[in-house]
């Protein structure tokens, strides 16, 4: 369904004959869409009522423009005007990657609106990429080694064109196979055609790029989504302090290539590998590290770890992702 606030027009994905119960909103990462959701909602236990939302420019939502330099906030206002559009009191907020941050930012400024928290392999509350320590201590004022110009640019153009091949490492198809999964899923088309609804630009992604005269060279712009998570836009420091504090559930992949304290998306884990050279010894982003530093400062969260999958667990393992979500549910 389509639903209109005054920010834009979003799309929301429902499930047939689930329109009472518990609201459970779910917000998709990155190069993605709410269809990634599919079998998540129609695997919910009765008593709930599932929902999906595309994010500003991806899947069906308006492609309205990202202003990176307020955060994810452009996304989470985006969710909390839809919260109240559609009446929704006590929400189930799962966000996973991306919507990860952008549900912790929701929560941040209106915990009264949200009844629990799920994060699914969650961006650090400190941004992707730029940061050092369990802290996330910017490396760079300026965030060099974050933003639009940390993206492969073969990858962005062969996501602008559509392309569905594998004939390149670096074509969506090849990525989602490499780095969204660890294990090969069914019904593999689905997801790329959502991740195809990606809108490519300055004001989408990956954003517009900026050059910098220290290593890696590039420092986020102030368009798009990847500079909206560059830590010197995004950076949640005082997430422990609101109330109330609805319990959040974690739940993540133990081998994660996006996501991880070596993620092969940082540059400066990248520089550290040889694969970017002239790396003066930057350290890797500790994502994983951050985000337990948060949470275990916020007070009410569980940490659940499931071996031998990716980025994606919803997708690589979804019996254990509904049964970690169902008791989540449940206990709130």
Same mark, same amino acid.
């Given at each position: 369904?389509?639903?209109? *606030?005054?920010?834009?027009?979003?799309?929301?994905?429902?499930? /047939?004959?689930?329109?009472?119960?518990? +609201?459970?909103?779910?917000?998709?990462?990155?190069?993605?869409?709410?269809?990634?959701?599919?079998?998540?909602?129609?695997?919910?236990?009765?008593?709930?009522?599932?929902?999906?939302?595309?994010?500003?420019?991806?899947?069906?939502?308006?492609?309205?423009?990202?202003?990176?330099?307020?955060? @994810?906030?452009? !996304? #989470?206002?985006?969710? =909390?005007?839809?919260?109240?559009?559609?009446? =929704?009191?006590? %929400?189930?907020?799962?966000?996973?990657?991306?919507?990860?941050?952008? %549900? @912790?930012?929701?929560?941040?400024?209106?915990?009264?609106?949200?009844? #629990?928290?799920?994060?699914?392999?969650?961006?650090?509350? !400190?941004?992707?990429?730029?940061?050092?320590?369990?802290?996330?201590?910017?490396?760079? *004022?300026?965030?060099?080694?974050?933003?639009?110009?940390?993206?492969? +640019?073969?990858?962005?153009?062969?996501?602008?064109?559509?392309?569905?091949?594998?004939?390149? $490492?670096?074509?969506?198809?090849?990525?989602?196979?490499?780095? !969204?999964?660890?294990?090969?899923?069914?019904?593999?088309?689905?997801?790329?055609?959502?991740?195809?609804?990606?809108?490519?630009? /300055?004001?989408?992604?990956?954003?517009?790029?900026?050059?910098?005269?220290?290593?890696?060279?590039?420092? $986020?712009?102030?368009?798009?989504?990847?500079?909206?998570?560059?830590?010197?836009?995004?950076?949640?420091?005082?997430?422990?302090?609101?109330?109330?504090?609805?319990?959040?559930?974690?739940?993540?992949?133990?081998?994660?290539?996006?996501?991880?304290?070596?993620?092969?998306?940082?540059?400066?884990?990248?520089?550290?590998?040889? %694969?970017?050279?002239?790396?003066?010894?930057? $350290?890797?982003?500790?994502?994983?590290?951050?985000?337990?530093?948060?949470?275990?400062?916020?007070?009410? !969260?569980? /940490?659940? %770890?499931?071996?031998?999958?990716?980025?994606?667990?919803?997708?690589?393992?979804?019996?254990?992702?509904?049964?970690?979500?169902?008791?989540? @549910?449940? /206990?709130?």
């Amino acid at each position: 369904m389509k639903i209109t *606030t005054p920010r834009l027009t979003q799309h929301v994905l429902t499930a /047939e004959g689930r329109d009472t119960g518990e +609201p459970v909103l779910f917000v998709h990462g990155n190069v993605s869409s709410a269809a990634f959701w599919r079998d998540s909602m129609a695997a919910l236990p009765e008593g709930y009522r599932p929902l999906a939302v595309d994010l500003r420019g991806f899947g069906e939502t308006d492609p309205e423009p990202v202003d990176a330099t307020r955060g @994810l906030r452009d !996304y #989470s206002d985006d969710v =909390l005007e839809l919260i109240g559009e559609l009446g =929704l009191d006590g %929400v189930h907020l799962v966000g996973w990657s991306l919507g990860g941050g952008v %549900v @912790l930012q929701a929560l941040r400024d209106r915990p009264a609106a949200v009844k #629990s928290v799920t994060l699914v392999n969650p961006i650090s509350p !400190y941004g992707f990429g730029g940061t050092e320590g369990t802290e996330g201590r910017l490396t760079h *004022t300026d965030g060099t080694g974050s933003g639009a110009g940390a993206a492969n +640019p073969d990858f962005v153009a062969r996501l602008k064109a559509g392309d569905m091949s594998d004939e390149s $490492p670096t074509s969506p198809r090849s990525v989602f196979r490499s780095a !969204y999964v660890k294990n090969a899923v069914t019904d593999e088309d689905f997801y790329l055609r959502s991740m195809l609804t990606t809108r490519v630009g /300055e004001a989408h992604y990956p954003g517009d790029g900026a050059a910098s005269g220290t290593w890696p060279h590039v420092a $986020p712009g102030k368009h798009g989504v990847l500079n909206a998570a560059a830590p010197v836009h995004f950076r949640l420091d005082d997430l422990h302090e609101i109330d109330p504090k609805p319990p959040i559930l974690w739940i993540r992949g133990a081998d994660d290539l996006i996501v991880s304290d070596t993620s092969l998306f940082d540059l400066a884990h990248l520089g550290a590998l040889g %694969v970017v050279p002239g790396s003066p010894g930057t $350290p890797a982003q500790p994502m994983v590290a951050q985000t337990r530093t948060v949470l275990e400062r916020y007070g009410p !969260y569980r /940490e659940a %770890v499931i071996e031998d999958c990716g980025h994606s667990p919803h997708l690589e393992h979804p019996a254990e992702f509904r049964r970690l979500l169902a008791e989540h @549910l449940r /206990e709130t």
